[in-house]
């Protein structure tokens, strides 16, 4: 399968302004001004523009991007296997934690995938081994991140980029500052920031209230909390199905320990490739890098898998797992009451 040339029409102004508020919004007094100018709308324009797909569902929220790792807290993909007429259950279970942020069916005998974040003080393999039991699984496997290669999604509004263009990664475990401490106006920082902003003409006007801080102070705080690794961006997030990226596929890939750094680093150039992680290998699971890309079809969203193994793993023993239902998706929120009151319940005050 090869990539289709991409139609050559004009990228609209509409199709710039959704593109562009993907990549970040700046942390100034009337962002949407500055971006209206960059793709030649004004601010009345973009916002009607931007309230418009908001009303329609594309728009899912506006709010800052933080890095769990960097923040202290710690994160994993979890890989799970139930017995089919029991997953539905299963599934709800682990939905109920209040550090799930995602949690989908794919297509193989792992029939059950969720991401989870705990805070600093809190012991993941615990909540996963709690969630594994309540929920009847049979065989449960942790998959961290051993080395992010890229995050940063990003969907072509325009529809005309060829499935295998590449772009240097935005965010890649070079940006991550493990050490890093996490301070009291951090912490306010990330419990304004991660809620929905207004799509208005001053969407920081609330938060820089909140914090007592004016929006100079406030965007020279998140340019270091920037610096430090804790805070990617501030960017608008789109609901795939809504935008029409209603397919999505895992490739992973069991690529030899003594390659993945060079594959996995051109795998993420791919600018279809959303995510890029090398995660550790079980006996019943040999892959060793994951790389998700999102597509209008499952045509294109494989043809995408298939132009990055032509180019970069031929030869390479590999699957693509997609979802075949969509359990929970949900942004994860910093220092939630829900998840001590979860942890309490079920793990006790010394987990």
């Known amino acids: 399968m090869t990539a289709p040339a991409p139609t050559p029409t004009q990228v609209t102004p509409r199709e710039q302004l959704l593109n562009r508020i993907q990549r970040d919004i700046p942390i100034v007094r009337r962002p949407y001004r ?49 017995d089919e007429d029991g997953l539905d259950a299963g599934a709800e279970v682990v939905n109920g934690h209040p550090g799930v942020s995602h949690n989908y ?92 902003l207004p799509v208005a003409e001053e969407p920081y006007a609330d938060a820089c209230a909140a914090l007592g801080l004016s929006i100079d102070e406030v965007a020279a705080h998140a340019q270091r909390m920037k610096e430090a690794g804790a805070l990617r961006r501030v960017s608008a997030v789109f609901r795939h199905q809504k935008a029409g990226f209603t397919f999505n596929a895992m490739g992973v890939w069991a690529v030899p320990q003594d390659r993945v750094a060079e594959v996995g680093r051109r795998m993420a150039e791919f600018k279809a490739v959303s995510h890029c992680y090398l995660r550790p290998t079980y006996p019943e699971w040999p892959y ?25 793993a031929q030869g390479v023993d590999h699957a693509i797992l997609y979802s075949t239902k969509e359990y929970k998706k949900v942004r994860l929120e910093f220092y939630k009451p829900e998840f001590y009151e979860w942890e309490e319940t079920h793990l006790g005050a010394n987990s």
């Open 105 to 196: 069916k794919r297509n193989h005998s792992f029939n059950l995938w969720y991401t989870i974040a705990v805070p600093p003080e809190s012991d993941l393999e615990a909540h996963v081994q709690k969630l594994h039991e309540l929920s009847g699984a049979k065989v449960t496997r942790l998959m961290p991140t051993l080395h992010l290669f890229k995050i940063g999604v990003e969907f072509d509004m325009s529809g005309q980029e060829d499935w295998n263009a590449k772009a240097k990664p935005q965010y890649t475990n070079a940006d991550r500052n493990i050490g890093y401490q996490v301070s009291d106006l951090d912490r306010a920082f990330v419990v304004e920031f991660q809620k929905d």
């Open 288 to 312: 060793t890098i994951f790389t998700m890309v999102h597509g209008r079809s499952k045509e294109e969203a494989f043809g995408k898998i298939d132009a990055i193994e032509r180019e970069v």
């Open 34 to 82: 500055v971006l209206a100018e960059e793709v030649g709308l004004t601010e009345a324009q973009a916002l009607d523009i931007l309230r418009e797909v908001k009303e329609e569902g594309v728009l899912r929220q506006v709010s800052a991007i933080f890095d769990t790792r960097t923040l202290g807290y710690k994160s994993s993909l979890v890989a799970a296997v139930y």
